[in-house]
């Protein structure tokens, strides 16, 4: 698109996001159109431009050069606008179906223009309310078979690879994963928040060398294991859903990361959500797991086996031994998933819904188990059947 | 040093190599300097410039942009010898007693103006005439305990590491490395080399899958594993040395990987002497194999425990656990170069220069066995005494 970009940033307004749309050509000469900023403001506005005459519109996303977190304010980099857009046109490649499509980008302005979803809904918000998605977990799997597949090792030029490693290199985000997820909820550190009852389970887990060791590793293999392009923050909180569309958002965390880590935290969110319905809704989510993980095995399977470029995917065994790490790391990560959602800065609104309050504290009592025990039967845990297992152990 | 790149490279000649030691105010106005030109022409110049009055003097290496193995000429990134110069300052941050100095380096001519070191030997020549070297494993185990602590996410600024990660990523030269010790001895590919009477047992190692198995494992783990800054040409041939210094040279290949290349790779080289001594000769190369592992983890553990950065560096077990991984690693990679030492494009002379060539053959088929079983026993082996017992059981 050949549209002059501006030199200097600057915030949007609603009324700027109109005139940018219209630039653009997004619409047509004529349309009026409306505009409101739907972001939570803490990390980026977003824009919802619709035209009044026809059901078209479309998002503006721009990042804001600072977070807003517990009432403080940090610098972070408006260069994520930019690792977000291209993850989404990278993503694209494989699985276009499974991503806005995105209209437009600026650099300077830190701003992705791209396909309205407010058809769809929040996959966590829906799920909290009882919807089932019954297309969630296949879609999930496809997605992340392609995607994981094709940006690996195992499939793409070993040159052309390292390229994109270097393009997505993404400091600033996977610092606060880094901290937030794999490191402040395993230590007496100010950014946790968590409820006074828990204090002396929390505590506990603090001290708990043996789950320390697996997070140290698992922290460690985030760190520096490039083995594909990870979305890098793949919650039901990233994921727009109806009953047969799936739309995922938001990989401004994006990097090149273990196999196993979008996986863990997915399935984390799921057993998240899960631990916070009645026992008998939670077979729907079960569910969803074992064909998360059946659909993206297969998908990967069968990519490997017809199109894998790597000679060594013709080896005997070397699928199965992939395949058992990205299961392995996964349980891992969302091991993390599970306790830095309870205790660390960012909740999930699952848990911290509960009704009434000693409810809500058992819950999450259950969730620290559940964490504590995905970490130490990463080794020994070897299907999603198990999984279930081990949850109702937890109970 | 204000001195005016320039901005079209060209291959520097004798004349134009002592132009710009002068240019560079390296020597006085005064002297009158020899240069020589002593590269093997296959991937680079370099240049011997030496003052006739003094006993001073200065190597000037020069990439060219091809390289010439088995009689073709392919083309081959200038922008190594920025690896290389960038290398050689990043290990003189933490060890400059074992690297040569740094006096200048141009991008556009792909040139590193460096120390002489023209009074040392190269090691792999000393030891196949048993020179004994007695620090040379001290200060190896110094070397990689340094640079890889402090470049390692133990230690660096998670930001500063992941900048450094993208400055060292190095495609063309890790392409290499994938290619000539990672796949093709593995496979029936036209780059390897071996004598008609290895045949059966090149035929035979092709089609072993636990062995393909496991290199397959760390060709990944070469590949996506971006730990610390490794040297990634780490053998007996990279290493200046007489009985009181050790200067390692040319870092090319580097770029952030795995934490037990490096060791690995030099551990193989001083195996593939130890069998082309006579077997009363071999102990010294036992002991310097012992002893850089010693020195390493020595090393590694003093700094990990007074300067880890990282918060999971206090927790019991880390160390221990992160130890013998590198060393579990080290012996697999040492397993691939053993291999492709002996029957890949590269070959050493501690192997190729066995007399009479009965014996060679014998010896090339110990290799073999021996690089088989270091593959085969990476989780089983667990310190330089046991290595040493497998050596002798290939025999």
């Known amino acids: 698109m050949s549209v002059t970009q501006q030199a200097v940033y600057e915030p949007l307004t609603e009324i700027t996001a109109i005139k940018l749309s219209k630039k653009l050509q997004l619409f047509s000469e004529q349309e009026a159109l409306t505009c409101r900023e739907i972001g939570d403001g803490n990390l980026n506005l977003v824009f919802h431009v619709t035209s009044d005459q026809s059901n078209r519109g479309l998002i503006i996303k721009q990042a804001l050069p600072y977070a807003k977190v517990v009432g403080e304010s940090w610098p972070l980099t408006l260069k994520r606008a930019t690792i977000e857009s291209n993850a989404l046109l990278e993503f694209a490649k494989y699985v276009p179906q499974y991503v806005p499509e995105v209209y437009y980008t600026d650099e300077t302005l830190a701003i992705t223009v791209m396909e309205d979803l407010s058809h769809l809904q929040i996959s966590r918000a829906g799920l909290i309310e009882g919807e089932s998605y019954p297309l969630l977990s296949q879609h999930i799997g496809e997605f992340l078979g392609n995607v994981l597949f094709y940006t690996s090792d195992f499939s793409a030029d070993a040159k052309a690879k390292k390229e994109s490693v270097k393009s997505f290199i993404n400091p600033d985000l996977c610092k606060i ?39 140290a590793k698992l922290k460690q293999k985030f760190k520096t294991s490039g083995e594909a392009l990870v979305h890098g923050d793949l919650h039901t909180g990233s994921i727009f859903a109806d009953s047969h569309t799936t739309k995922i958002i938001d990989p401004e965390f994006a990097f090149y990361g273990p196999l196993g880590f979008d996986l863990g935290q997915f399935v984390a969110n799921l057993l998240l959500n899960a631990l916070s319905q009645k026992e008998e809704s939670r077979n729907v989510l079960y569910a969803h797991i074992a064909k998360t993980w059946e659909v993206f095995s297969q998908t990967f399977s069968t990519l490997w086996r017809n199109e894998g470029r790597d000679h060594y995917t013709k080896t005997e065994g070397y699928l199965d031994y992939v395949l058992q790490r990205i299961w392995k790391d996964a349980i891992g990560f969302a091991g993390c998933e599970v306790i830095r959602r309870t205790i660390g800065l960012a909740h999930v609104a699952d848990l911290d819904g509960i009704e009434p309050y000693e409810k809500r504290i058992a819950t999450k009592r259950q969730a620290l188990r559940l964490g504590r025990a995905l970490l130490l039967s990463q080794t020994t845990l070897s299907s999603p059947a198990e999984l279930e297992d081990l949850v109702k152990q937890t109970a």
Do not use: I, R
């Open 177 to 215: 994963t880094e901290d937030l997820v794999f490191t402040d909820p395993f230590f007496d550190h100010d950014t946790n928040d968590f409820e006074p009852e828990l204090k002396q389970d929390v505590e506990k887990l603090w001290e708990d060398v043996a789950v320390k060791l697996e997070v």
